[in-house]
């Protein structure tokens, strides 16, 4: 059973940065995304990071803010989180996504294996 686990989240004031991590229990070839959901919202996408590295995607919201990244090596991918704002305020969930011949994708439904989410509070 893949398992995820995320950490990292915590409280900080706007305009800081905190650096977000999720560890894969089992090696495998996975897209990465990082979704978030705020209190009464749905679900959104805010960044994905294909098997290789070589394609990555950001939610309009996060760009020229926030920096996702992986280490193959160990089954880690990491969203490096800058210039923080009050309405970044979510739990963070991290997600794998089998290759399978896939692309890389901003869509909920196409990811397979989900974590059990990190609370991140920017306050203002």
């Known amino acids: 059973q893949v398992q995820l686990v995320e950490s990292g989240g915590g409280l900080v004031q706007a305009g800081g940065s905190l650096r977000l991590s999720c560890v894969v229990s089992?090696?495998?070839?996975?897209?990465m995304g990082w979704f978030r959901q705020a209190p009464g919202k749905e679900r959104e996408f805010v960044a994905a990071?294909?098997?290789?590295?070589?394609?990555?995607d950001y939610a309009d919201s996060v760009k020229g803010r926030f920096t996702i990244s992986r280490d193959n090596a160990r089954n880690t991918v990491y969203l490096q989180m800058n210039s923080l704002k009050p309405e970044d305020t979510a739990v963070y969930y991290c997600?794998?996504?089998?290759?399978?011949?896939?692309?890389?994708?901003?869509?909920?439904?196409?990811?397979?294996?989900w974590g059990q989410g990190t609370q991140v509070t920017v306050s203002s």
């Open positions: 990071i294909s098997w290789t590295g070589g394609s990555i």
């Open positions: 089992v090696f495998g070839y996975y897209h």
């Open positions: 997600a794998a996504a089998r290759v399978l011949g896939r692309s890389l994708s901003s869509a909920l439904n196409e990811y397979d294996f």
